[in-house]
Structures are given as structure tokens and as C-alpha cells.
């Protein structure tokens, strides 16, 4: 680990994370990276020499455990300690994300309006200039590779990479499965499929298009163009999201061939971070017609595979207001496929999500509990339930109430979804 000090900054050319994803109360870092402190802040850049995370010190900081956190969507997301709120409970982890854009979010304030976040850009932008100035006579090779690097990675480059980014998966990604914050939402994304099956009323991630699979060649383009994209920093994920809304639909074979491709491509054997996993969403229909031999071949991939089905309710009345395509009788199957697969499947976990909101009628949570509760006989630690909020969830004390009562008697798992884009 190379320090070097010139100009007021402290530079490491390359500092060592840990090697997996484990949930912690205090900032924790991932992988390798760069470190740049200056008196008021820590700024740690990718392999590539792109910002990734700013930390404050001291006065003009919110808080020293938080951080603010970019992403390869040009996105950044600042991580409040969730301790005295009791975020733990709520959503399994000890930082909330707080976003800058609208979600559906119950914890965390707006962090992106305070004059400390404001502030710390300033910082980052004003450390770029003071880069490209300083007088780099007699500065070790590896300093001043790290320096070029982060001088040639400014706001307006990173923004160009993130639309390059886009427009390699055909988009944003407008929501990433609620698992994947397993991983502190580190996922390289590959689309294998467009749209999905039932373009439901109630729906603000939507693309609005009907499900069509992508091609072979596009997809192994798509894995191509991102390992030149991600560079070296590609060493830094062991995890793939496999897009967009309904993966699962794409079958076995596409599934098998996107896995193993990027996992060879993207050489995830080699990379810093171990355990790779592999994320998606699925819709009841494409549970319900997932065979062994297909769950057979998802179970032995090199990865442990996440994935989220939106049963969003088993209430006649709530699946007709919030125009799901569904019936009572469909979502009960694939509630109990769900249960099936991870009971016999050691490398496979399925989740679910469900609604709330304030305008859902009185039958909507009895109708989850009947299921997660009613057809349990005993606690289940594997098949996460998640609580997707709506626009009007009524008041926070009242949902944080009526969470606590459900929690209490659900026999699996259950924390709050933050919608998440990439
Ligand atoms: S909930 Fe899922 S299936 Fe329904 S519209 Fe949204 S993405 Fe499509």
C-alpha cells in the first residue's frame, strides 16, 4: 500500500476492501480501490480512477458513519446510519439509502438538500482542479498514474460514461431487484429481456412494452461492451442483474447462456469480491412453469441465484384495483412454488414482493398473512417477503406500526422494498 503526501492530500494508490458483502453497523469498504484524503473529506475512486465514494470529517460533515455513494448510472445515493430509527428491522440493513431522485423510500430524509452534500461535490470538483495543478516532478509512477487517472474521470466524463452505460443495456435500469442489497447494490446489469407480461395499472417502473427476449448476439455484445466499459474496475463485482422486469421468463437456455457468458467474460472467477451471485425478477407465470430440469440448471450456475416473483397480493378486491392480471388462485401457486423451490434448491432463493398503501382495502394484508402465516407451520428463514410501498402509505408512524404487527406474525422474513434505479 503506496502513500504519498504533496499539497495538503494523502494519496493511496491502492487500498484493500474486504472480500464479501457482510451486513456491518459502520462504514465498510468492498474490494480494491484509490484513497485521496484531504483535511475535511475522504474521496475513494474505482480502479478507473471514477469517484465512488466522499466521506466528510468532522464539522461540515452530517455524520462521520455516512457516506455518499456513486454508482455506474451516474447515480449517487447517500448512506444514512439507520440505527436509532430502527432501519434494521425494517429493512435488513444497518444503512438506509437515501436517494435524489423520487422513490418509494419510508426511511431517510432528502440528504442530496443539505449544504454538507452540496459542500462535498464542491470538495470533489475543487480536488480535480487542485490535480491538475500540482507539480508532479519526482512523484512515484504509481501516484501519478492514480492522479492522471482521476484528472481524466471529471463530472462531465462520468456522465458521458453513464449515457454510454445506458445505452449499452438499451436504458436505465428503473429498478433493481430488493435483494440485491445483499450486495450494497453492486451488480453489473445485462438485459436478456425487454418489457413484461402483464403491464399492471398500478405499476411506476413499467416500460410499457410487452416481453420480448433479446438475441444471443446482442446479449453477448452487451456483456463485451460493458467488460470495456467497467475496465479495470470490473474486478471489483462478483454480481450480475439479469434484466429487465421478468428474466425468469427468458427460459432456461437464455438464462444458462447470459450466466455462464458474463461469468467467463467478465471473469467474475478472478475477482476480488468471492461468492458471485446472480439477481432477477420473475413474474407467477414464470414460476409457475419453471420445471425441475430448468431450477435443476439455475441451482448448479457458479453463482447463488436471487429471485424476486411480484405476487403484490392475494386479495381478489386488491388485485382488481390495482389492475393485476391475476387471480387469488394463480398467486397462491406461486407462493407455494416459491416455498417449494427454496426448500430444494441450496444455491436458488426466491423472494416475494407484495403491496402497501393506505388505499388498499382491509382484505389486502389479511390476504398475504393467510399465506405467509396460515400455510406455514413454522418459521422459514430462506424467501424473503418484501413490502413495496405505494404513493400514499398513510401515515409513517401507522405503517411502521402495522409492519411491526405483520412482522410479528409472519412466518418468513419480511422487510420494506426501496425502489432503486441503476
Ligand atoms: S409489476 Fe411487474 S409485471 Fe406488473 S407492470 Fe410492473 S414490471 Fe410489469
Not at 22 to 37: A, D, N, T, V
Not at 98 to 119: K, Q
Not at 259 to 264: L, V
Not at 300 to 326: R, W
Request: charged share 25%; glycine share 6%.
Amino acid at each position: 500500500m503506496e502513500t504519498y503526501s504533496i499539497d495538503g492530500l494523502t494519496i493511496t494508490c491502492e487500498k484493500q476492501g474486504a472480500d464479501k458483502y457482510i451486513k456491518i453497523s459502520y462504514p465498510f469498504r468492498y474490494g480494491k480501490y484509490l484513497e485521496i484524503k484531504s483535511n475535511n473529506y475522504t474521496f475513494q475512486f474505482n480502479l478507473n480512477g471514477e469517484i465512488k465514494t466522499i466521506q466528510g470529517r468532522g464539522e461540515g460533515w452530517l455524520d462521520a458513519s455516512e457516506w455518499l455513494k456513486r454508482n455506474a448510472g451516474n447515480d449517487w445515493t447517500y448512506f444514512a446510519a439507520g440505527g436509532y430509527t430502527g432501519a434494521y428491522d425494517f429493512t435488513g440493513e444497518y444503512y438506509v439509502p437515501c436517494l435524489p431522485y423520487d422513490s418509494n423510500g419510508i426511511f431517510g430524509h432528502n440528504r442530496f438538500n443539505s449544504p454538507e452534500v452540496a459542500h462535498a461535490f464542491e470538495a470533489w470538483h475543487q480536488l480535480i482542479d487542485q490535480l491538475s495543478k500540482i507539480d508532479k516532478t519526482g512523484m512515484p509512477r504509481q501516484a501519478n498514474d492514480f492522479i492522471n487517472r482521476v484528472r481524466s474521470m471529471g463530472p462531465e466524463t462520468l456522465k458521458q460514461r453513464a449515457q454510454l452505460f445506458h445505452d449499452i443495456i438499451g436504458g436505465q435500469v428503473s429498478v433493481l431487484p430488493p435483494d440485491t442489497r445483499h450486495v450494497e447494490y453492486d451488480v453489473i446489469p445485462l438485459t436478456i429481456g425487454d418489457g413484461c407480461l402483464y403491464n399492471c395499472g398500478f405499476c411506476r417502473v413499467k416500460s410499457g412494452n410487452s416481453f420480448k427476449l433479446r438475441e444471443k448476439e446482442n446479449i453477448l455484445n452487451q456483456i463485451h461492451q460493458l467488460k470495456r466499459l467497467y475496465d479495470k474496475d470490473s474486478l471489483n463485482y462478483n454480481s450480475i442483474f439479469l434484466g429487465q422486469h421478468d428474466a425468469l421468463f427468458a427460459g432456461a437456455e437464455l438464462i444458462e447462456f447470459a450466466a455462464k457468458k458474463s461469468y467467463e467474460i467478465l471473469e467474475l472467477k478472478n475477482s476480488v469480491i468471492k461468492n458471485p451471485k446472480l439477481f432477477l425478477f420473475g413474474s407467477v407465470d414464470s414460476i409457475l412453469r419453471a420445471d425441475d430440469p430448468f431450477l435443476k440448471i439455475l441451482n448448479k450456475l457458479p453463482y447463488e441465484t436471487f429471485i424476486n416473483i411480484g405476487l403484490e397480493s392475494a386479495d381478489p378486491e386488491t388485485l382488481a384495483q390495482i389492475e393485476k392480471p391475476l387471480n387469488r388462485k394463480k398467486i397462491t401457486q406461486a407462493f407455494h412454488k416459491m416455498m417449494e423451490i427454496n426448500k430444494q434448491y441450496s444455491n436458488v432463493e426466491v423472494s416475494a414482493n407484495f403491496l402497501y398503501g393506505a388505499d388498499l382495502p382491509e382484505t389486502h394484508l389479511p390476504s398475504i398473512l393467510e399465506l405467509t402465516r396460515n400455510r406455514l407451520d413454522h418459521f422459514h428463514s430462506k424467501g424473503t417477503i418484501y413490502f413495496s410501498p405505494l404513493e400514499n402509505i398513510g401515515a409513517i408512524q401507522e405503517v411502521k406500526n402495522k409492519f411491526t404487527d405483520f412482522k410479528t406474525l409472519c412466518r418468513l422474513p419480511v422487510y420494506m422494498y426501496l425502489i432503486q434505479r441503476l
